[in-house]
């Protein structure tokens, strides 16, 4: 959500980032809506203003008449609150909808496109792996190693539903647990956030489109079941299920002041993740590559409000996930996302995508994003200026350091031999506990 005085200084900036994101809004409703509110707005507070000198008016009159004159003019001001607050309520609903429609500005750099197709490759690690053999998919991997069952997953789960067993699970784990020490190594505080939360954390992060949930457009499950308050009494707030650490990590200080002197703030989430994939019905339906629920260690930042460091602090998060994928030995590209294929709160954007040889193609194995204050106003997270001791809200980052089965998936097919083995990367080791996942005895191809 953007300031709507900056909405007013910037008209045509937000509209070039409208049209540029592929988003139609009319930003003259918007003001509209804006005037018609505080129009309603201030003719409400002196009307209050009015009502509150009844009083004073009343215990000042000398006569009866007087008083009932004054207690006359206290029921036609009554009267008319009661009939503009609802207006105002009304325009107030209309100004707030449409406030959250309000696309982020682009960043200079960022490349003009309309989808994914247009953007941008920054940088390519070189070739993809070679072999002497016709290299296999992780699914035929799974099976041979038996590591993966995808049947039974499905008979359990459902579409999309999965099971890592075995070497499979392990490897998984290691993943994770190599992908968080790396981060913390890098100075960012882990954590494990909760992964079920009320809606403002989604909100307030971007993950409602709207101002509500819509279950027809919005990726996110919903808990149907209700539980109960500390009083027993049962809650009325609605939860749901994070597809990303970074909805808790940005919102464990919402509503707060933070310290200047505390900033940037870096932390690192491990959790579950769980996305419904409703806008990719048919897409990918084989396979772990786009699942319901996974694992995912995420990278937030919170910021002073610069541009530059903010940009800076991007960047930083983007080399420690490229540093990994190069440690992992798995040739990766590092892609600038073009604003087509870019939310309406980023600003700028990256994405990082692996080399898969049994799918013969580059893979999302990880996304970094810069919003500035979009976020932060949404959440109310702001920090105290150190020089001017304005209040000032934080510039907020996130991104993907490693997904669990993505990188899996990258690390079964490149590390794959003819025989169905699999050697583990050696950054991996000590968490697995060995150097080559074998097929099981009596099953070698």
Sequence with gaps: MLDIQFIRQNQEEIRKAAQAKGLHFDIEKLFKADDERKTLLQEIEELKSLKNDINDLIAQSKTDDERQEVIAKGKEIKAKLEEREPLYLAA????????????????????????????????????GTQFGFTPRNHIEIGK??????????????????????????????????????????????????????????????????????????DEVYQVATHDKEADGSAAKEEKFLVGT??????????????????????????????????????????????????MKVEQVVLAAADVEEANRLQEEMVSISEEMHKELGLPYRKLQICSGDMSPGKYRAFDIEAWMPGLNR?????????????Q??????????????????VYMLNNTALPSPRILISILENYQREDGSVVIPEVLRPFVGKSIIEPPKGTEK
């Design 92 to 127: 107030k609903c209309q100004f707030d909808a449409l406030m959250v429609q309000v696309p982020n500005i682009i960043s200079p750099d960022t490349p003009l496109g309309k989808s994914d197709e247009e953007n941008v490759e920054v940088y390519n690690s070189g070739p």
């Design 144 to 217: 041979i190693l038996d590591i993966l069952d995808l049947e039974r997953g499905a008979k359990v789960s459902g579409y999309r539903g999965y099971y890592l067993k075995n070497d499979g699970a392990l490897l998984a784990l290691g993943i994770m647990m190599y992908a968080l020490k790396k981060v913390t190594e890098k100075g960012y505080a882990p954590m494990i956030p909760p992964t079920l939360v009320k809606g403002f954390p989604l909100f307030g992060t971007g993950y409602f489109k709207g101002a509500e949930y819509d279950p027809a457009v």
């Design 245 to 294: 650490a970074e909805p808790s990590l940005l919102a464990y200080y919402s509503g707060e002041v933070l310290d200047a002197e505390t900033l940037p703030l870096r932390l690192a989430g491990f959790s579950q993740c769980y996305r419904s994939e409703i806008g990719s019905y048919g897409k990918d339906t084989k396979g772990m590559y786009r699942v319901h629920e996974f």
């Design 362 to 374: 580059y893979g999302e194995t990880g996304s970094a994003s810069n919003f500035l204050d979009w």
């Design 376 to 393: 932060a106003r949404r959440l109310n997270v702001k920090y105290k200026d150190k020089a001017t001791g304005e209040r000032k809200y």
